[in-house]
């Protein structure tokens, strides 16, 4: 152990001892975790580590261990540790992205061409709140964003590989996009494919890959769950009917190409008329804070994606589902996906790749997200758009991939408020 690990240590037993008395040990809020020694909880000791360098931070950080802190052995502190182990095909190890070392916001870059063609896209969603609580000077820049009181307040606790059904009102920010195809005879009719994500009540984020010129994207459907049957009540819930509105205007990032994937593949839908907020149409936060930025690509981050694309049976869902997906080092990611160069790797983000969880076709367009606690409130964040993948959807080591939204927040700023 480190002096630094052994001057923090004896810092909590100073900080927990006056309650040390009132604290039971084996006691922890959560029963999948298991009160054990600080030096063997490596969540615990991460904690410790970041002091160091998080000094702005160092209040908050010493208050989660003092929460963590459930007794003593002999004089050496104990924590709840969680005990869940980890699985999986794929080997998680640090990467180098981390909330120390992210991308400064981009505007515009040539991308660089790909040497293989793209696959399909495949379709993804998340919920893990993250474990620390910390409390910042301001809050949310003042923009033309709804605020933490609005957007990312998914209600429910409870097309995508290996996931599970979405309560009716949950992530009430997706949308499905309604496109106008024209036929070989010249008739046209409408189908609905990609989704977005609902940031304001007139804007939506999307792919870019998700405009093709052959396609126009016309409306988008708001408050959706079973695409089959839009009124059916599900655990007691009752939908209101969906929403439709038409498009205004398409933006696409000025350095997305097609085919090319792997750089700028994110776009901005203003609708003719704003959407009302209900309990089943709502915006999604964006990561306008530095704390906030710092999640999006950090290691054992855990994401949650969701859509109506192809699930493990081969057909796609009449009902929104969702499913848990880990964040994935990016040189794993590339190994895995060899058509990713370099150049792009810090506009991306790469998570999945585990048996049976994936994103797939159908999903693309759709959100990367995750919830987070900010001021001890949490949202929903979004952190990644649907862009490309295996076409073996949930194939075990290779990974989807989507644009790293943090990357492109200054661009979104300045498209939502012209």
């Known amino acids: 152990m480190t002096d630094y690990i052994k001057i923090s240590t004896l810092l909590l037993v100073i900080l927990s001892t006056v309650n040390a008395q009132m604290i039971k040990q084996n006691l922890c809020a959560k029963s999948t975790d298991t009160c054990q020694l600080l030096t063997e909880c490596d969540f615990a000791l991460k904690l410790i580590n970041s002091i160091r360098d998080n000094v702005s931070t160092k209040g908050p950080i010493i208050q989660k261990l003092q929460e963590l802190h459930c007794g003593f052995r002999g004089r050496s502190p104990l924590v709840c540790c969680s005990s869940t182990p980890s699985d999986g095909s794929i080997v998680y ?4 992205d ?6 400064k916001p981009l ?3 040539t991308p660089m061409p790909m040497t293989t063609e793209p696959s399909k896209i495949a379709v993804v969603p998340p919920s893990t709140v993250s474990e620390l609580t910390v409390e910042t000077a301001s809050p949310v820049e003042p923009d033309v964003f709804p605020g933490r009181n609005i957007c990312g307040q998914s209600i429910s606790n409870d097309k995508i590989i290996g996931g599970s059904i979405t309560a009716i009102d949950e992530y009430p920010w997706m949308a499905r996009i309604k496109y106008l195809v024209q036929n070989s005879d010249g008739s046209t009719k409408t189908r609905y494919a990609c989704s977005a994500t609902l940031i304001t009540d007139r804007h939506l984020v999307t792919a870019a890959h998700c405009l093709p010129r052959k396609q126009q994207a016309v409306a988008v459907s708001l408050g959706d769950w079973n695409i089959d049957s839009p ?5 007691g819930v009752c939908p209101d009917p969906p929403v439709e509105i038409e498009i205004e205007s398409i933006v696409k990032h000025p350095a997305y190409k097609a085919p090319n994937y792997t750089f700028g593949d994110i776009a901005i839908l203003k609708l003719k008329r704003p959407v009302t907020f209900t309990d089943f149409i709502q915006p999604i936060c964006l990561p306008t804070t530095e704390y906030i930025k710092m999640q999006d690509y950090t290691h054992n981050s855990v994401y949650w994606t969701a859509g109506w694309g192809v699930t493990e049976f081969g057909d796609a869902s009449m009902v929104k589902r969702k499913v848990d997906i880990e964040a994935v080092p990016m040189d794993v990611c590339r190994a895995a996906l060899p058509y990713i160069p370099e150049s792009s790797s810090q506009s991306l983000i790469c998570a999945g790749g585990r048996q049976g969880k994936d994103s797939c076709s159908g999903d693309s367009g759709g959100p990367l997200m995750r919830e987070v606690k900010e001021n001890y409130k949490a949202n ?6 649907t862009s490309f993948g295996s076409k073996r959807c949930g194939s075990a080591g290779i990974p989807g991939v989507y644009t790293r939204v943090t990357v492109y927040m200054d661009w979104i700023r300045n498209i939502v408020q012209t």
């Open 93 to 96: 190890y640090q990467t180098e």
């Open 98 to 103: 981390t909330a120390t070392n992210r991308p």
């Open 107 to 109: 505007t515009t870059t």
């Open 231 to 235: 009124e059916e009540c599900y655990g």
């Open 380 to 385: 929903w964040f979004l952190y990644g758009v």
